[in-house]
T-cell receptor, first 122, second 110 residues
Framework: GAVVSQHPSWVICKSGTSVKIECRSL??????MFWYRQFPKQSLMLMAT???????TYEQGVEKDKFLINHASLTLSTLTVTSAHPEDSSFYIC??????WGPGLAGTGELFFGEGSRLTVL | GQQVMQIPQYQHVQEGEDFTTYCNSS?????IQWYKQRPGGHPVFLIQ?????EVKKQKRLTFQFGEAKKNSSLHITATQTTDVGTYFC??????????FGQGTRLTINP
């Protein structure tokens, strides 16, 4: 099945620094990727929709200048947490929707998730 | 906006007992998806339901989509320790966005 790879899987940084997280679709092209944030034992909250070749669409309450999203190619989206603070510590997960012509996928619209990136800001 | 409510939040069962989690949407859904997230892992797609009243089975898992396409359930028969994890429903409504329920965390006593 479709594979989405996310890197790094965990990162610890000092307050005030910026952190970049990469999300790659390994065996399919994804014109759209989604970035979620998950607090411990809570649900996934959609942060933004990353669109290849255009600006990301952010959900209400998500600071676009804080969480920079770049979707430079059909297989790569990046999330940069700028000037990170301890309250930004969280589990960030990207996902992509499989194309309808993928093997065995038949346009189900299911999301394939990356492994997630656990960010800890000291 | 669209809200997807899921209950219960937690469920602890003895191995071999059945388990059910329920999902309710504030709006009619075009489809509903179910995901499983193991502790420390990422969500993994289980199934998608599209039709009103649809019932699908995957071995010991039974998924239902309500007639009004506003609710859904996941039932696991005779739970096993491998079923441990958090089960999320996620619905697509009018805005074509996938909205996740809060999840039901299942723990099992072997």
């Amino acid at each position: 099945g479709a594979v989405v790879s996310q890197h790094p899987s965990w990162v610890i940084c000092k307050s005030g620094t910026s952190v970049k997280i990469e999300c790659r679709s390994l065996d399919f092209q994804a014109t759209t990727m989604f970035w979620y944030r998950q607090f411990p034992k809570q649900s996934l909250m959609l942060m933004a929709t990353s669109n290849e070749g255009s600006k990301a669409t952010y959900e209400q309450g998500v600071e676009k200048d804080k969480f920079l999203i770049n979707h430079a190619s059909l297989t790569l989206s990046t999330l940069t947490v700028t000037s990170a603070h301890p309250e930004d510590s969280s589990f960030y997960i990207c996902s992509a929707r499989a194309p309808p012509w993928g093997p065995g996928l038949a346009g189900t619209g299911e999301l394939f998730f990356g492994e997630g990136s656990r960010l800890t800001v000291l | 906006g669209q809200q997807v409510m899921q209950i219960p939040q937690y469920q602890h069962v003895q191995e071999g007992e059945d388990f059910t989690t329920y999902c309710n949407s504030s709006t009619t859904l075009s489809n509903i998806q179910w995901y499983k997230q193991r502790p420390g892992g990422h969500p993994v797609f289980l199934i998608q339901l599209v039709k009103s009243g649809e019932v699908k089975k995957q071995k010991r898992l039974t998924f239902q989509f309500g007639e009004a396409k506003k609710n859904s359930s996941l039932h696991i028969t005779a739970t096993q320790t491998t079923d441990v994890g958090t089960y999320f429903c996620a619905g697509i409504g009018g805005a074509q966005k996938l909205v996740f329920g809060q999840g039901t965390r299942l723990t099992i006593n072997p």
